[in-house]
């Protein structure tokens, strides 16, 4: 197959195979996009094509973004991203070879994951209940929260939720995550009487704007007026930061990502089974899910430091 005639059109064929072949998500799309860009912007400067690059001109890319301080974890992803690229043209026939192939990456940098303690979550739960304008946005954020926190879902997951995965009172959702896989999580309780109230609260407000003729009923659990029907990542962002505040925590301490380590680590602590873990926050490789094990870790030296008779200095002359 002859190669694309520019850069666009190469990372635009590619971009198009990941999303129908590969089923790619659309926020995997979007990241490819922007790394791939960035490097077609280098590529411009240096006066060179994507047919012809060689493993030398990716490797002087990737030193160019260390000196601009850019992050091991932003580095590695960037070159995934050229290497997957260069990996479909292979397959396709555009090059011969894969000149990213043999690259070492940078590697992730692996911070210990920002963790809430029980209390803490228990008083963004509380604090949720009446965070909103009216009842029903109370019963909706107070609903985001117990899921968010009694499944560890990812914040895409979770304001894409259909509403049909929520109907008949179930004990446990499916979810569809990264890559297209589906897999099961279970409701607490807590998260079920949620549900349930929001579930009333939700299709009464639909129901009205159907006899009025306002909107069409929603698929989403968590509906919005916006383009995309549903409550935005960015706005549940917003959203958390105003519980955060009202909770009496630093709203810099507070992402949905902190609550899903949180579900995580406390899982953890309570004695729950590493692989259980895996497969519920839907990671790929254990290694992923091993890091919140670096958590207990510390804790359980912070713990030595502090009752250990030989911690401290002996008092003894």
């Known amino acids: 197959m002859t190669a694309p005639a520019s850069g666009a059109r190469w990372i635009a064929t590619f971009l198009e195979a990941q999303a129908a072949e590969a089923g790619a998500a659309r926020n995997t799309i979007l990241s490819y996009g922007r790394d791939l860009n960035d490097f077609a912007s280098y590529l411009q400067v240096i006066h060179e094509e994507f047919a012809t690059v060689s493993r030398a001109t990716i490797e002087a890319y990737l030193v160019r973004l260390e000196a601009d301080g850019l992050a091991k974890s932003t580095r590695a992803r960037r070159l995934s991203a050229i290497r997957q690229l260069y990996r479909f043209a292979y397959e396709e026939g555009w090059r011969e070879d894969n000149p990213a192939q043999m690259i070492s990456g940078p590697g992730p940098s692996k911070h210990l994951p920002k963790v809430l303690s029980i209390e803490e979550v228990e008083a963004l739960l509380e604090a949720a209940r009446d965070q909103g304008r009216s009842l029903p946005e109370q019963i909706r954020n107070r609903c985001l929260m117990e899921l968010l926190y009694a499944t560890g879902m990812r914040v895409s997951e979770l304001v894409t939720l259909p509403v049909a995965a ?55 659990l968590f509906p919005s007026s916006g383009k995309e029907g549903h409550l935005t990542r960015q706005g549940f962002h917003g959203l958390l930061k105003d519980i955060a505040i009202a909770a009496g925590i630093s709203p810099a301490r507070v992402t949905p990502h902190v609550l899903r380590h949180a579900f995580a680590t406390h899982l953890l602590q309570g004695g729950a089974d590493l692989r259980a873990i895996q497969m519920l926050l839907g990671h790929a490789d254990l290694s992923t899910t091993e890091i919140y094990t670096h958590v207990l870790d510390e804790e359980l030296k912070q713990l030595v430091l502090r009752h250990h008779p030989l911690a401290t200095p002996s008092k003894r002359s």
Do not use: C, H, Y
């Open 166 to 220: 929520a109907r008949g009172n179930p004990q446990m959702l499916l979810v569809r995550g990264k890559g297209d896989k589906e897999r099961m999580v279970p409701l607490s309780p807590p998260a079920r009487e949620a549900l349930a109230a929001w579930l009333t609260a939700r299709d009464a407000a639909e129901d009205r704007a159907r006899i009025e003729r306002r909107a069409a009923p929603s698929r989403f």
